[in-house]
């Protein structure tokens, strides 16, 4: 796949799609996080009790739990086919690639934001931003 650069226009244009995806994913690794401490609680349980011959309690929770894996890996492979960048899924951030007088940057957006302001080189990271040159 080519690398693909967004204008600041087309990066601002993607953010509420953008928005929608991080909320996914954001929801989905929490309900991970709880169904998985769930999960291992129950197999404790399980391997406490040592009751032969029962249905498999744990199943329902297995699949729950790879079904998220699946939705959450779609959501982060849909932003690596459009060229974004996920950075953190807890945070919210997302860099565009860009060319910014002349050099590749990246355009940053933290959820919250209002709209894509910041830029960072790849080297200097969410650290290093820098608001947007004015035009």
């Known amino acids: 796949m080519s690398k693909r650069y967004f204008t600041i226009q087309e990066a601002n244009a993607l ?9 996914r994913l954001q929801d989905i690794k929490t309900d991970f996080e709880f169904k998985y401490i769930e999960l291992r609680e129950k197999r404790q349980q399980i391997r406490q009790q040592m009751q032969s011959g ?4 744990l199943f329902e ?3 729950e739990l790879e079904f998220m894996q699946i939705e959450a890996r779609g959501i982060i492979h849909h932003f690596y086919h459009q060229g974004i960048e996920l950075k953190n899924i807890e945070h919210g951030l997302v860099d565009f690639p860009s060319i910014i007088g002349g050099e590749e940057v990246l355009l940053c957006w933290r959820s919250g934001e209002e709209r894509v ?11 290093g931003r820098r608001p947007l ?3």
């Open 117 to 127: 302001s910041f830029y960072h080189s790849r080297q200097d990271g969410f650290q």
């Open 61 to 63: 929770l297995e699949c």
């Open 133 to 135: 040159p004015e035009d």
């Open 15 to 23: 953010l509420p799609t953008v928005e929608d995806q991080l909320d």
């Open 54 to 57: 029962k249905r498999d309690p």
